[in-house]
């Protein structure tokens, strides 16, 4: 896990919640001081995951998440 404080990881969480919310207008955002008007929204959805655990995990220390399974492929024998 990077080294950031728990201060640091909710100002980006945040960050990418308002660019978000920016792109489902269709408007420009800004973040660290640079102005963007589009950009795509897969990006913006990864990062706000990436910063949103990163909270996660600093909000709860030692709790584990849930581990979930990927898919099940059936086969006869």
Avoid: H
Avoid at 14 to 24: G, H, I, N, Q, R
Avoid at 32 to 51: F, H, I, P, Q
């Amino acid at each position: 896990m990077p080294k950031m404080t728990l201060a640091e990881a909710q100002m980006m969480y945040k960050l990418w919640c308002d660019a978000e919310a920016a792109l489902a207008t269709g408007k420009s955002y800004t973040i660290a001081g640079r102005s963007m008007t589009r950009t795509d929204m897969n990006v913006v959805l990864e990062r706000k995951r990436y910063y949103g655990r990163i909270v996660d995990d600093l909000e709860n220390p030692g709790m584990k998440r849930r581990s979930k399974v990927r898919g099940i492929t059936p086969f006869d024998r």
